[in-house]
């Protein structure tokens, strides 16, 4: 029995297998250098310098002793082996366990999505509605002469929409940021519910006048 043989037998992890091979590697290296020695003092002792039995003795023990090491080494690699699959078995099933449960919450993720799509369409249902019915009283107004009490529907909608607007995450994948222009698109100057006013309709409180050229184009110099 080696000194790491208790070590061997209670090693469990492939971290604590490559530990006790560590420990093994270092014994063969000792035992080998000896070896080297038992061998030069067989050699002396052939031409009598030294017991020659005693010698030979001390050098098949020591050959014992390396045969013993390399097989235990080779077991402890194998168990090593072994350990190392079996942990990225485990390592596995823990990331399907992990991914299982970011999947159920993606799913719910999704269906707060669909939750406040489905809200915002209805709003913007409602305010269409709105936009309409206050369209058809500026244009009353309009007829009765009384414009003090028309309703700037782009000023209102731009400050309705005005605000700080959260940043997007970095790693923000292609679909997450098309997603997210359309939305933002929605808040934005210019944008799917801000058409360009028609030339001369009145923008923030003010009205535009349109200046035509002096010259048509063709007979400017």
Known sequence: MTPHTEALGKARTAADFAAVIALLDTDLNDAAARRRELEQAEDRAVFGDGDLAAARAALDACNDAITVLEKTICIADTRRIEAAESEARADIAALGDEIAAK?????????SARRLVEQLRQELFEADALVRAIATANGLFDAAGVTE?????????????????????SRLSRAGLQADRLLLSLLATGGALDPRPQLGAPVAGLKTKFIPASKPLGERG
């Open 149 to 169: 009490l028309k309703v700037n529907l782009t000023a209102a909608r731009r400050a309705a929409m005005a605000g700080a607007r959260a940043a997007a995450p």
């Open 103 to 111: 999947t159920a919450t993606l799913t719910e993720r999704w269906r």
